[in-house]
């Protein structure tokens, strides 16, 4: 149906391509590019030998916009599937629009230099993929991503408004490192460590990170810390749905992780800021990244599961005054691994990327423009992460959270 070019070779990129081929009537051909040719390779044999289908690789530093856009072109990709650091997002989309084709991301942009989660940068680009006849996608993981449409199909089936939305990600998986991120560690860690930020009665409320947890009952994983943090999908939702009184994020930790975060700060090691080392420039996070064990190594160490999903209160569609529903995904971390050789966290960003694509090579996202997900028909989108290793649940809760 289409050809695509996935631009990153880590955990996401991985599962995203064997989803990808799995489903090869919508992804006619697919290539896989990256600064390290040979981690494509690596995981172009893997594809082939799991799926039967052979996937081309190709070398590229995606900040380079004009020898992206000449690859894109070589490829004949109409659409570009961005999987790399969210810093290069931008010289990415600008390649899309040089060389003509569409776009998709899981992650909003960020400065390399600055720990800001925003998405008005990519928001500037709607006139001119508008312009070009060109589609932009922006988020289309999990948490951005399947957060976003689930709130998107409560909208439509469930609440006719949403006054008050509590997204909640769990992680309850144990790699048996003493400290390791489930996700690229420079990503997680400036997360981690920024303030924590939500949407309450049209503003930001800020609060220092980490200083506000709750203790959560998740399905199928039990009770866990989880603690208030600031996501992109805030901002685009409380954009998109301005009736939303309220949106909040929340995420857990064990207390492993952050006694280390909290000694790694405390002695600079999580600071984005360059320090000579020796006669060299270095930033420590970065440093820190290259110790830290790589997270597309963990997933045959991972057991456990993950539980990720939305609690939404509002008026109901029924007429029935206001209700509270919850939906969720519960994903095996083991399951994951036995199928495209991934842990679940990489396996709920790499599958939504996938079906997101899918959505535009089918026709039902191809609209031109610059678009978050929640702006999108969530129905097919639904579907198939039913049919394609993500099924969701859906349950009434007796009201509004009370935490």
């Not at 992206?68 to 989309?93: C, F, H, R, S």
């Not at 309450?200 to 409320?205: A, F, I, L, R, Y």
């Not at 110790?291 to 057991?303: A, F, H, N």
Request: aromatic share 10%; net charge negative.
């Amino acid at each position: 149906m289409g050809k695509v070019l996935v631009i990153g070779a880590g955990g996401v990129g991985s599962v995203a391509v064997h989803k990808m081929a799995m489903n090869s009537d919508i992804f006619s051909e697919i290539t896989l590019a990256s600064r390290r040719k040979f981690k494509c390779d690596d995981i172009a044999k893997s594809v082939k030998e799991r799926t039967g289908v052979e996937i081309g690789t190709a070398e590229i530093d995606a900040m380079d916009v004009d020898a992206t856009a000449a690859l894109i072109e070589k490829t004949g990709a109409e659409l570009v599937v961005n999987l790399a650091l969210p810093y290069q997002d931008l010289a990415i989309m600008d390649a899309c629009l040089k060389a003509g084709a569409n776009y998709l991301d899981t992650a909003n942009y960020e400065p390399e230099d600055n720990a800001k989660f925003e998405y008005h940068w990519q928001w500037a680009y709607q006139d001119k993929f508008k312009e070009a006849g060109l589609t932009a996608i922006l988020g289309s993981g999990f948490d951005p991503g399947v957060t976003s449409v689930f709130a998107t199909w409560l909208r439509k089936h469930k609440l006719k408004t949403i006054r008050q939305i509590d997204i909640l990600d769990c992680n309850g998986g144990d790699n048996g490192k003493p400290f390791a991120t489930n996700f690229n560690p420079e990503i997680n860690i400036r997360e981690v460590t920024a303030p924590a930020r939500h949407w309450e009665n049209g503003q930001w409320v800020e609060t220092p990170a980490m200083t506000h947890k709750y203790a959560f009952d998740f399905p199928a994983v039990g009770e866990k810390n989880m603690y208030l943090m600031y996501h992109e999908e805030l901002e685009s939702l409380s954009t998109h749905f301005p009736e939303i009184e309220r949106a909040r994020f929340w995420m857990t930790f064990g207390d492993a992780y952050i006694n280390h975060v909290t000694v790694l700060q405390n002695v600079g090691m999580t600071s984005i800021e360059p320090v000579m080392h020796e006669g060299k420039e270095i930033i420590p996070l970065q440093f820190l990244k290259t110790v830290l064990p790589d997270p597309s190594d963990l997933g045959e160490l991972t057991k456990g599961k993950t539980c990720i999903g939305d609690i939404a209160t509002g008026q109901a569609a029924d007429g029935e005054g206001e209700k509270t529903y919850y939906i969720y995904n519960i994903c095996d971390h083991e399951e994951c691994y036995a199928e495209v050789g991934s842990q679940a966290v990489a396996y709920t960003t790499g599958v939504p990327a996938m079906i997101g694509a899918a959505q535009f090579l089918k026709g039902n996202w191809n609209t031109p423009g610059v678009w978050n997900m929640e702006q999108l028909d969530p129905d097919n989108f639904m579907d198939m992460l039913n049919n394609h290793g993500l099924p969701w649940e859906v349950k009434e809760l007796d009201g509004p959270v009370q935490f």
